[in-house]
T-cell receptor, first 107, second 116 residues
């Protein structure tokens, strides 16, 4: 079992819909990160979370350390949000990634 | 401020050959880490260098190696290439290994390797 589980694996939605991507992990961590990878391959760091919630534009990330769970939300989704979203964490000085969620927003 | 630069962006090799990829981190970043991304396995951690020392390593065979120079630039080498090594190889840099916002990774655009 992967130490970091993401769901769903694939998600297709209509423009304007509220999107939720989930990331669950099995060990205690100090922080969890979210990445966005566009179709061309470029990766951008979105959030680093130790507790609570962070917001950047239409993106909101939350983490519950006790539940070992984090969510990434996109409000008023847009076709340009179409990308792969990946969560990752540090464990024993190694970096462990979720398998990613492929999001496709239809116009 | 210049981002993380990876070269070459694309390359084609044949089985048995070796390949060297280069990564120049953001100025001031002392950590460089390498990743392999394939459609089947997703992103996987290869290794991380900090101040010219390999700090940790993922579960890859010894054919995958790297080094870091005094200017923090890093190279990754794959010897005796196999078909399964075809992948996007990404590097990322960060200021330090642990702690606060300095822990955020900045990724390069990647080097896409095709092994024939």
């Amino acid at each position: 079992k992967n130490e970091v589980e993401q769901s769903p694996q694939n998600l297709t939605a209509q423009e304007g819909e509220f999107i939720t991507i989930n990331c669950s992990y099995s060990v205690g961590i100090s922080a969890l990160h979210w990445l966005q990878q566009h179709p061309g391959g470029g990766i951008v760091s979105l959030f680093m979370l130790s507790s609570g919630k962070k917001k950047h534009g239409r993106l909101i990330a939350t983490i519950n350390i006790q539940e070992k769970h984090s969510s990434l939300h996109i409000t008023a989704s847009h076709p340009r949000d179409s990308a792969v979203y990946i969560c990752w964490m540090n464990r024993d000085d190694k970096i462990i990634f979720g398998k990613g969620t492929r999001l496709h927003i239809l116009p | 401020k210049a981002g993380v630069t990876q070269t070459p962006r694309y390359l084609i090799k044949t089985r048995g050959q070796q390949v060297t990829l280069s990564c120049s981190p953001i100025s001031g970043h002392r950590s460089v880490s390498w990743y392999q991304q394939t459609p089947g396995q997703g992103l996987q951690f290869l290794f991380e260098y900090f101040s010219e020392t390999q700090r940790n390593k993922g579960n890859f065979p010894g054919r995958f190696s790297g080094r870091q120079f005094s200017n923090s630039r890093s190279e990754m080498n794959v010897s005796t290439l196999e078909l399964g090594d075809s992948a996007l190889y990404l590097c990322a840099s960060r200021k330090t290994l642990v702690g606060g916002g300095a822990n955020v990774l900045t990724f390069g655009a990647g080097s896409r390797l095709t092994v024939l």
